[in-house]
Every structure is written in C-alpha cells, then in structure tokens.
Nanobody, 116 residues
Framework: QVQLVESGGGAAQPGGSLRLSCAAS????????TGWYRQAPGKQRELVAS???????NYADSVKGRFTISRDTAKNTVNLQMNSLKPEDTAVYSC??????????WGQGTQVTVSS
C-alpha cells in the first residue's frame, strides 16, 4: 500500500507562485509514476504534471514553462512548483501515484486559488 499526504496550496495573486508537496509512505519502492491532477468547478479533471521513477517528466500544455515537477528522494516527496500563476489555475490539486501493476493511490486534495 502507498499513502500520500499533500501540503502547500492556498491563495496567490496572478503572477505569483505556490509550491505543492506530496509525501509518500508505505511501499514506496513500488511507485513508478507520481503526479498531480487538478479539477476546477464545472470542468473535467486535468493531468497537470507527472514524473516517472527515472525522472521523466510530462506536463499539460497549459502549464508548460510555468510549473515544474520534481522529486526529493531523501524525503520521499514530489513537489510541484507553480510560477506565473493565472486565475485559470484555480482548482483542487490532487497528488496521485501508480504503483505495483496497476494500483493507484491518491492524496486528499488541496485548494489552489489565484485571484486579485
């Protein structure tokens, strides 16, 4: 089993920055990809960014050049640095991890609100 706990998020002004962290525990060695989804009210869930065990990253076109996903293996965390935030980035952000053959774990979700 893998458990995920998110931290960070909150409110920011347009053009500002926020940082999300996702701490993993349990059978961490079985995780092969970790990332973040987001869902805004009335919209479909969107894959924001992901990172594989070997460090390969993937980003949604809407966040390329503004968001950076990274891993801290010493702390078993995956971070999402969000810069140049826009109002359309407002959503609930959820961390996920795929592990073992096809199991998936989710964090509790954290609200990100971008407004002036």
């Amino acid at each position: 089993q893998v458990q995920l706990v998110e931290s960070g998020g909150g409110a920011a002004q347009p053009g500002g920055s926020l940082r999300l962290s996702c701490a993993a525990s349990g059978t961490i060695s079985s995780i092969y990809i970790t990332g973040w989804y987001r869902q805004a009210p009335g919209k479909q869930r969107e894959l924001v960014a992901s990172i594989t065990r070997i460090g390969r990253t993937n980003y949604a076109d809407s966040v390329k050049g503004r968001f950076t996903i990274s891993r801290d293996t010493a702390k078993n965390t995956v971070n999402l640095q969000m810069n140049s935030l826009k109002p359309e980035d407002t959503a609930v952000y959820s961390c996920y991890a795929n592990y073992r053959n096809s199991a998936q774990a989710w964090g509790q979700g954290t609200q990100v609100t971008v407004s002036s």
